[in-house]
């Protein structure tokens, strides 16, 4: 599978979690920072996966999020860490 394949996937999960209205707000806000970052081409590929990871596990870290959100913000990672 191709490198924009897999960003494409991770996009779509992302998506997931910005519109999962059981998940706090803040966590849709970075959700919808980390998609923006994934998606400036202006940044090589490395640099973008490596801050939406940091963003992400910051994320996970959250009290206030459910179970489900941070098992998805875990297996966006790990997608993640597989592209880099």
Not at 6 to 17: A, D, F, H, S, W
Request: charged content about 25%; aromatic content about 2%; proline content about 4%.
């Amino acid at each position: 599978m191709d490198t924009d394949t897999k960003l494409q996937q991770v996009i779509t999960v992302i998506e997931q979690i910005m519109e999962d209205t059981s998940v706090p707000r803040n966590i849709r806000r970075g959700a919808t920072d980390c998609k923006d970052r994934l998606l400036n081409k202006s940044e090589a590929l490395d640099v973008r996966t490596a801050s939406v990871i940091f963003v992400l596990d910051e994320l996970a870290n959250d009290p206030n999020i459910p179970l489900h959100g941070r098992t998805l913000i875990w297996n966006i990672i790990s997608q993640l860490e597989q592209i880099k």
